[in-house]
């Protein structure tokens, strides 16, 4: 059996227009603030349960594909920090952008926080987080700019704890950057 995509490559048409159906009711209710159940969500996009659950076989599936072009916009911008020449502001720029998209996008901040995917496009995304941030931790370890014993997973960790904490009672902080400055503050070393 192929495994799950969050965004499939090829759909027939009819196929496409039910789930772009589905993920625009679907955006609408994150927008409210309200979680996208599949159940409802395929209420109001005026399609059978049944063909919601073919498109999103799991609510992970949903946040999956809700997550998805977010999750690849951040990655680029991660990507593109952790190439500075400059180590100190290479990891300021991953950590500062990873966050800013982790609260501007709640399901992306769900998607990390929660750690765990289902689709095979998305489970590559997070394999090339991980290994482009985990690159650029050792080479701010060989500087002395990060504490010896942190790695990608203890970041991943670190910037979803403060992301919970700058959504918390579904208010967003203000200032998300100086959440930012404080996890850098706290990674340097001792």
Same mark, same amino acid.
């Given at each position: 059996?192929?495994?799950?995509?969050?965004?499939?490559?090829? $759909?027939? %048409?009819? #196929?496409?227009?039910?789930?772009?159906?589905? &993920? +625009?009711?679907? !955006? =609408?209710? @994150?927008?409210?603030?309200?979680?996208?159940?599949?159940?409802?969500?395929?209420?109001?996009?005026?399609?059978?349960?049944?063909?919601?659950?073919?498109?999103?076989?799991?609510?992970?599936?949903? $946040?999956? %594909?809700? #997550?998805?072009?977010?999750?690849?916009?951040? &990655? +680029?911008?991660? !990507? =593109?920090? @952790?190439?500075?020449?400059?180590?100190?502001?290479?990891?300021?720029?991953?950590?500062?952008?990873?966050?800013?998209?982790?609260?501007?996008?709640?399901?992306?901040?769900?998607?990390?926080?929660?750690?765990?995917?289902?689709?095979?496009?998305?489970?590559?995304?997070?394999? +090339?987080?991980?290994?482009?941030?985990?690159?650029?931790?050792?080479?701010?370890?060989?500087?002395?700019?990060?504490?010896?014993?942190?790695?990608?997973?203890?970041?991943?960790?670190?910037?979803?704890?403060?992301?919970?904490?700058?959504?918390?009672?579904?208010?967003?902080?203000?200032?998300?950057?100086?959440?930012?400055?404080?996890?850098?503050?706290?990674?340097?070393?001792?």
């Amino acid at each position: 059996m192929t495994p799950a995509l969050a965004r499939p490559e090829a $759909l027939r %048409a009819d #196929a496409l227009r039910n789930r772009s159906a589905l &993920l +625009d009711v679907a !955006r =609408a209710f @994150v927008r409210r603030g309200e979680q996208p159940l599949l159940n409802a969500v395929a209420h109001e996009a005026g399609v059978g349960v049944g063909t919601a659950y073919r498109h999103f076989p799991t609510q992970q599936h949903l $946040l999956e %594909a809700l #997550a998805i072009d977010a999750f690849e916009d951040m &990655l +680029d911008r991660v !990507r =593109a920090a @952790v190439e500075l020449p400059d180590t100190a502001q290479a990891v300021r720029g991953v950590v500062v952008e990873a966050f800013r998209s982790m609260v501007r996008d709640a399901p992306l901040g769900d998607l990390l926080t929660g750690g765990s995917f289902s689709c095979a496009d998305t489970t590559a995304l997070a394999g +090339d987080l991980v290994a482009s941030v985990g690159a650029l931790l050792d080479r701010a370890r060989a500087e002395g700019l990060v504490r010896p014993d942190l790695d990608a997973d203890d970041l991943r960790r670190l910037l979803c704890g403060m992301r919970s904490a700058a959504v918390a009672g579904g208010q967003q902080v203000a200032d998300p950057d100086r959440y930012a400055e404080v996890l850098l503050t706290g990674i340097r070393p001792a």
